[in-house]
């Protein structure tokens, strides 16, 4: 039973490298979420999908997109990456928008 | 503006020693308030929901409260290993906005 899985759980990318992040959820949950976590800021929500085949931009997107690939998937892609998207990167999901939000242990990523 | 306040920032107890976490909230139509613990380097692992003035959860030493304005999260004599981040965050009600309203948490210190 392992909940919400991330990939890699640490990467290190020069400024301006490609990358994709990698979530799956075995709950059957229907909403996912991706969320960064800097010192100081807190946990803020970058984009969520609130089912398969639709998302959503949240309170920063700005320098991401996302796939909702299938019902189990969602991955964050950094298309051009810059030293200010260094941070821990959180997938999350739940059973719909509004219900309680279960997370994965992370992602740490480093852009130099 | 909808924010969510945690104090204090730091809580260093004696183990043995109870005392309690604020989380005040400003939010237009609170759908839930959601209660995590956060360990270094791992995901916030949910605690409780709360979702009405009045209401109480327990799960072994801890204890959360909710009013029309602020939860409580309190600690009955704690343990070293209760040491952790606490983090509560809101869900407001309406809309398509899947975003929970995090706290920047609250950091707790348990010394034997």
């Known amino acids: 039973n392992a909940g919400v899985t991330q990939t890699p759980k640490f990467q290190v990318l020069k400024t301006g490298q490609s990358m994709t992040l990698q979530c799956a959820q075995d709950?059957?949950?229907?909403?996912m979420y991706w969320y960064r976590q800097d010192p100081g800021m807190g946990l803020r929500l970058i984009y969520y999908?609130?089912?398969?085949?639709?998302?959503d931009k949240g309170e920063v997107p700005n320098g991401y997109n996302v796939s909702r690939l299938n019902k189990r998937e969602f991955s964050l892609r950094l298309e051009s990456a810059a030293p200010s998207q260094t941070s821990v990167y959180f997938c999350?999901?739940?059973?719909?928008?509004?219900?309680?939000?279960?997370f994965g242990e992370g992602s740490w990523l480093t852009v130099v | 503006e909808d924010q969510v306040t945690q104090s204090p920032e730091a809580l260093r107890l004696q183990e043995g020693e109870s005392s309690s976490l604020n989380c005040s909230y400003t939010v237009s139509g609170l759908r839930g308030l959601f209660w995590y613990r956060q360990d270094p380097g791992k995901g916030p692992e949910f605690l409780f929901t709360?979702?009405?003035a009045g209401e109480e959860k327990e799960k072994e030493r801890l204890k959360a409260t909710l009013t029309k304005k602020e939860s409580f999260l309190h600690i009955t004599a704690p343990k070293p290993e209760d040491s952790a981040t606490y983090l509560c965050a809101a869900a407001k009600t309406g809309g398509s906005q899947g975003n929970l309203i995090f706290g920047k948490g609250t950091k707790l210190s348990v010394k034997p």
């Open positions: 999908s609130a089912s398969e085949g639709t998302t």
């Open positions: 709360l979702y009405s």
């Open positions: 709950m059957n949950h229907n909403s």
């Open positions: 999350a999901s739940s059973e719909k928008l509004g219900n309680t939000i279960y």
